[in-house]
């Protein structure tokens, strides 16, 4: 007898369909569900399961473990290893059935654990996705499929004297950025102009593979893009906001994005193109659906560069998602699901790529705690809309689940992250702000608006110093500080 051939579903209808009836169950498990919030509207059967309850138990869709309490998480595997191993999570997947599950970061052992529970993890391995997150590969790998980076040098320096002669053989000049291979940019990128430079930063260096690139004068942005079998499919681009003192205390940290049409038309096409040339290249090497690309633009040239390479979820979904689903018919990442669900699949991707082309101006702002020492969160704010008044102040205006939601460029949709009862530390993400409209400007300074927002959502969080008799938790590693 021969196998039972799989159902085929042609074009956006069909797709469209399968997902409004499926009955097999899909979750994202995160710490928060803001990467993939909004996804249950357009999928049947989907749920979060998350560590923080940021609408207080008013997500239909959401499921959080009735005992959480303090805990000591290292990473956000840790995170997620907890909740597939919380007696009420695996409870209710195995109440549930065999199903999919999507993650942001996860590692072998939450492969394990998923695979005990009857899951499969609807991502590439983890020991792929480890390989192809070093910055070091993602060089390689764009310069396989053609694809420019900033001009480099990649090898391994143990003083300063090795680092300028690396530099000199690639003719990069002497002002330098050096990058080892894995970690959040922010915290792994060093800027090198002299001996004194070097010294600061030597013992982050020495003992790593390293990309030294040349200096430029640069607007950076992401892209979002989906590798599928029948090609890949590119979200549109956003400018980084970073390293701004009223969102984040860390220099050159990545703290929101800017999504807008208008401007860099050339650089828009270029953009598309490079994402769609790795994510084919990426395919090729074994990797499908849901990836982001980090991209340089040289404000002296024009010239477009490869930046990184982050092969997940990531912090440029929900804009993304949000866009595509709103003004072209269609989330993104119906299409990495697609590449995991047992159905062949056909649709003119030219066509779905040009539904995307127009858009209104969104924007999301990521709301870190720039305060030293540990506090005990009496109050915070609720997730929800809130409205900005005339005078600049801002209000809560009603309770909401949905980000597409927010009517005008005086509205922005809150996510909490922490509540009362949580301690707040230096880099916490307090929570997350989307909104119609740009907050940033084409010379990257942050808008007087985005500030407003910020300000306003910090005042509403109240806390306390952790009085003396009573023991302040450890302070969280900065792996951990970035929640989602």
């Given at each position: ?8 579903l042609n ?9 409004r009836?499926?009955?097999t ?22 749920e ?22 303090p ?16 007696r ?14 999507v993650?942001?970061?996860?590692d ?53 004297a ?8 690639a ?16 915290r792994?990128?060093f ?13 982050k ?6 990309k ?11 892209i ?9 499919l ?29 401007g860099?038309?050339?650089?828009r ?86 539904r ?43 309770p ?7 009517s ?9 992250v ?12 307090l ?12 010379r990257?300074q ?21 009085p ?13 500080n970035k929640?989602?």
């Open positions: 007898m021969s196998r039972r051939s799989k159902p085929k074009g956006l209808a069909e797709i469209y369909a399968y997902f009836t499926n009955e169950p899909i979750y994202f498990l995160s710490p928060t569900p803001y990467n993939l919030l909004g996804l249950d509207r357009w999928i049947h059967g989907f979060y399961i998350t560590f923080f309850d940021s609408f207080d138990s008013r997500h239909p869709k959401m499921v959080v473990p009735r005992e959480t309490g805990h000591e998480f290292r990473s956000i595997e840790d995170v997620c290893n907890w909740l597939l191993r919380h009420d999570i695996a409870a209710h997947i195995r109440a549930r059935g065999r199903g999919k599950m993650l942001v970061m996860f072998e052992e939450t492969e394990a654990l998923a695979k005990e529970l009857g899951i499969q993890i609807a991502l590439p391995p983890a020991k792929l996705r480890k390989h192809l997150d070093s910055k070091i590969v993602t060089t390689e790998v764009g310069n396989a499929a053609g694809i420019k980076s900033v001009p480099n040098a990649l090898g391994r320096v143990e003083t300063y090795e680092l300028v002669k690396l530099a000199q053989g003719k990069l000049g002497k002002d330098l950025v050096v990058q080892t291979p894995y970690g959040d940019s922010g792994t990128t800027f090198i102009a002299n001996e004194r430079d070097w010294n600061k930063h030597r013992d260096i020495v003992g790593e593979e390293l030294v690139m040349k200096r430029i004068n640069h607007l950076p942005g992401t979002e893009g989906v590798a599928t079998r029948h090609g890949t590119a979200g549109p681009m956003q400018t980084d906001i970073t390293g701004f003192d009223e969102l984040t205390p860390y220099k050159g940290g990545w703290c929101g994005n800017d999504a807008f049409i208008g860099m038309e050339k650089q096409v270029a953009v598309r193109k490079m994402v769609q040339k790795l994510g084919d290249r990426l395919y090729k090497e074994g990797y499908r659906g849901a990836f982001c690309m980090d991209f340089l633009i040289d404000t002296d040239s024009g010239e477009v560069y490869l930046g990184e390479l982050n092969p997940r979820v990531s912090g440029a979904s929900p804009l993304t998602n949000l866009i595509t689903g709103t003004y072209g018919g269609a989330p993104i990442f119906l299409f990495h699901l697609l590449e995991f669900m047992d159905v062949d699949w056909e649709v003119d991707l030219d066509a779905v790529q040009a995307w082309a127009e858009f209104d101006n969104w924007s999301q702002l990521i709301l870190k705690h720039t305060g030293d020492g540990v506090e005990l969160i009496t109050r915070a704010p609720a997730s929800g809309i809130y409205r900005m008044e005339d005078d600049g102040r801002i209000r809560y205006s009603r909401d689940t949905e980000w597409s939601n927010v005008g460029e005086d509205e922005a949709f809150y996510m909490r922490y509540s009362a009862g949580d301690y707040r530390y230096h880099g916490a993400d929570g997350i702000v989307v909104a119609r409209g740009r907050m940033q400007s084409d990257r942050l808008l007087a608006r985005a500030r407003q927002w910020a300000a306003g959502i910090k005042g509403e969080f109240q806390a306390i110093p952790v003396p008799e009573m023991p302040a938790p450890p302070s969280p590693p900065e792996t951990v929640m989602f």
